[in-house]
């Protein structure tokens, strides 16, 4: 079945409706469908099984996308989609620190230390599989390029936005394919995250690892949002929007900053800031909105409601978005280097999601890694998605965790200093050198987040 023998493919050469507007409308009417469709009671069942319903959505538009066996989606349309991952989860961000308030650092800080120490293991450690497998097979038996190195990183961490801004430092490095690989590994990183993730949280909720239920939740929401109120909640919700709108300006005005001031800090530096993603700084514009509004005591116009509402349809169109584009004969065509990379990769994800979460977390254990296991498998948004299904009232202090540790690993990995510095490194110093820089600072985080779960616990007695 083609778009010819339905009589539309000329429906997107319609000067009236350009290309633009046509895949900004088929995403919007996904998204209000998608909205009203997770509130049915049989889409909530789903959810609280593991499965999300932005995952069925995502592999109904995969069917019709242009590597599916209908090809009912316009190639031109989903070629403006795969552009969207980032805005999206952009708008993801903005919202994060908003919709709350800001937690008491005192109270958050060792919390927040332990969550950013796994962050960094399983980033470090990322490095270490490649380069061991690399190392050990891939380069001697495939002869490939020892900057292959780094694409678990890229892919898993970094997502298609991090294997796009890093497929140019490849190219001049003398390795073009890594733009290909890494997108085809963040695919599969983002399939992975979301299936075995959601079978993780099943799994959690089977043995009894989950919080329970039933304990008492805090209701965050007001009574204005508790009530249906079509004019105030309009408001409220358009108010919403020019709040998160506004968190991402902040953040590109930061940016915009940044790379103004990049000409100061050399090649590398000057490298680093370019390929910095715009989402870190929209975590930081909504962390000063939020803590202007508590400041001058107007933080009830904010609706937890709403912005949550964003967050959560951002995620999933976002998941939508990435799987309408999976590229399955890039996947076939590096399917061996991919194969043995990606299993190596959630070898080591599952590692840190099973056994060094318990070494680094003593309360709420499951939840926060499962919010790490995805960050490093599929991206922040991939982390929030599965964080949703195991903690889907917030009963647990994860989400605020996770997003200020955000704030300070963003910067390192994930397209950030350490993602930009690797290749570089690797290409002067060689992939040995690297792998066993990378493997000295695993070993130095494992012991520091011992002995700071040591001290915890002595204090705590």
Known sequence: MSLSYLGLENLYKINAIP????????????????????????????????????????????????????????????????????????????????????????????????????????????YVVGGVIVLSFLLPQ???????????????????????????????????????????????????????????????????????????????????????????????LLCNFALVGLAVLIGIFLLYCLRISSTYFGEIGNQVLLAFPVFPMALLGSFVIRFLLEKIGKAEIVSSLFQREIGILSTDLLIITAMAGLNLPLLFEYWIPITILAIGGLIWNLLGMLIFSRLFFKEEWFERAIAEFGNSTGVAASGLLLLRLADPRNATNTLPVFSIKQLFLQPLLSGGLITVIAPLFISNFGLKGWTEFCGLISIALCLLAISLQSKYIKASA
């Not at 890494?182 to 079978?199: I, K, P, R």
């Not at 959690?204 to 989950?210: H, M, N």
């Open 19 to 126: 290309t633009l507007f046509l895949s900004l409308g088929l995403l919007g009417i996904t998204g209000f469908l998608l909205t009203l469709g997770r509130r049915l009671d049989s889409a909530m069942k789903l959810e609280r099984f593991g499965v999300p319903i932005a995952l069925l959505v995502g592999a109904l538009c995969f069917l019709i996308g242009p590597y599916g066996p209908f090809s009912l989606l316009p190639e031109r349309v989903l070629n403006i989609w795969m552009q969207l991952p980032t805005p999206l989860l952009t708008l993801v961000f903005a919202t994060l620190m908003l919709g709350r308030p800001i937690p008491s650092i005192s109270v958050l800080w060792k919390p927040v230390a332990s969550q950013a120490l796994l962050g960094l293991l399983l980033g470090f450690g990322q």
């Open 142 to 236: 495939l002869g490939v390029d020892p900057l292959m190195g780094c694409v678990i990183e890229v892919g898993f961490e970094g997502g298609h936005g991090a294997a796009a801004i890093m497929g140019e430092s490849f190219r001049k490095l003398g390795f073009p394919e890594g733009l290909d690989l890494g997108l085809a590994m963040a695919t599969v990183g983002l399939l992975t995250s979301t299936l075995l993730g959601s079978a993780l949280v099943v799994l959690g909720r089977f043995v009894g690892w989950l919080v329970p239920a039933e304990q008492d939740i805090k209701n965050d929401l007001n009574d204005i949002e508790m009530e249906f109120r079509p004019i105030e909640q309009l408001k409220s």
